[in-house]
Nanobody, 124 residues
């Protein structure tokens, strides 16, 4: 069992930066790829990015590539999402997810464990 708790969301202006954190419980964090997803009101959940167990491999959605960076600290059981040059269309609830896989994946079905989410609101 893995429990995930996101933090770091908030209200910012367009162009600002935020760093989200996701703290995981349990002893399997370092064996799981981690993903970030987001869901805006009235829209389906969408993939943001993911990172492999070692952190050496990452994948990103085209909409955030070059602006968002995922990293992880296996000693702290924490994964991060650094967001820069934020846009109003980035406004969403952001969720981290722990995978049943070791490599990064955009498929939400590969992630059996999910956090409760943290709200990010970007004003224009």
């Amino acid at each position: 069992q893995v429990q995930l708790v996101e933090s770091g969301g908030g209200l910012v202006q367009a162009g600002a930066s935020l760093r989200l954190s996701c703290a995981a419980s349990g002893r399997t964090f370092s064996t799981r790829a981690m993903g970030w997803f987001r869901q805006a009101p009235g829209k389906e959940r969408e993939f943001v990015g993911a990172i492999s167990v070692s952190g050496a491999s990452t994948v990103y959605a085209d909409s955030v590539k070059g602006r968002f960076t995922i990293s992880r600290d296996n000693a702290k059981n924490t994964v991060y999402l650094q967001m820069t040059s934020l846009k109003p269309e980035d406004t969403s609830v952001y969720y981290c997810a722990a995978g049943a896989i070791t490599g990064p994946s955009a498929n939400s079905a590969n992630y059996p464990y999910w956090g409760q989410g943290t709200q990010v609101t970007v004003s224009s």
